[in-house]
């Protein structure tokens, strides 16, 4: 059942759900989250058994400030309080050490936790609400089944659980990519996901450049090879590759779809083509909704151009190699 996120008898309602140990969907600038009370271990089974995902897989805990997150990290300081000056409320998540005892089942048994506070403002009102109802923190991961892609809009989390499921609506999600993780439980903070925030700003703001994450990093879904993958296959190639294929391919019956930023369709095609923005906050914003809507199509190819190379690009790169991986 969708509820509009701009009423407080409807965030209310999914508040007190969220209390008594039930899952709902909600809104953030990045991604919808499937949510479940962060501090209940029952409430938090519930997200893996409805997104499929396996129980080794860690998720995020949304809090609404940095008071909040000192209830699952006691060790919040150095690296990770810079980090969360700078970028909360917004689309950045830090990995640090977890508080003995609490959210064993959102950690996913790891000593370490994933902390975020959205900027949405449903987000907030819901955080906020449930946080008067005794809840300390909300678990969640982006409310799509585990590795498809991530959704954007209340629909497309209809799309994906039915309509069983509590979603609040908050409309289209701004950034459109999930957030960056910045791994700062180690000595040296690790880029573990990229996302809107271009990687310079953050070592700009650590004084030291971002590492790759360790061979012994958690394990983390959204870190995997394939990931983010629609139901069509989908090729990533080089702008002036993009175009000889295209060429090549002649009146070809395969059902391909192009999502390209410069290459355009031969004259007389009658492929489906959707342009990608210029702008790389753009282009992330429409990404998801894109896949999915080429996926609706029910193509069996989804030949996509390479992003630029320059660092903005970074997050929307990522989830289009992890598509094509799949
Ligand atoms: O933007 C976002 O981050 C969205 C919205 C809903 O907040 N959430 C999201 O969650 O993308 P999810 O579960 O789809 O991706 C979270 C990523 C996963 O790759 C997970 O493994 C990683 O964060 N993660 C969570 N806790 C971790 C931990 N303790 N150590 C390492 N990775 C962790
Ligand atoms: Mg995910």
Known sequence: MVLPGTDAAAIDRA??????????????????????RADDDLAVE????????????PLIVHVLDIDQARHFSSSLEGAATRLIETFWPGPLTVIVARAAGVAEAAAAGQSTIGLRSPAHPVARALLEAASQHGVAGVAGPSANRFGRISPTRASHVVD???????????????????STIVDCSRAAPALLRPGQIPRERIEAVLGRPLEAPGADAPRASGTLEAHYAPRARLRLMPAPMLNTALQMLGDSPLKLAVYSRTVALPSGSRLSRR????????????????LRELDDLGLELIWVEEPPSDSAWDGIRDRLTRAAAA
């Open 275 to 290: 342009v990608m923005p210029d702008d790389p906050d753009r282009a992330a914003h429409e990404l998801f909704a894109t």
């Open 160 to 178: 994906e659980f039915g309509d069983e499921l509590l979603v609040v609506d908050g409309g289209d999600c701004d950034v459109g990519i999930e």
């Open 46 to 57: 519930r997200i893996f058994a409805c997104k499929g995902r396996p129980a080794d897989h």
């Open 15 to 36: 508040a007190a759900a969220l209390a008594a140990g039930e899952l709902v969907a909600f809104p953030t600038e990045t991604v919808y989250g499937l949510g479940a």
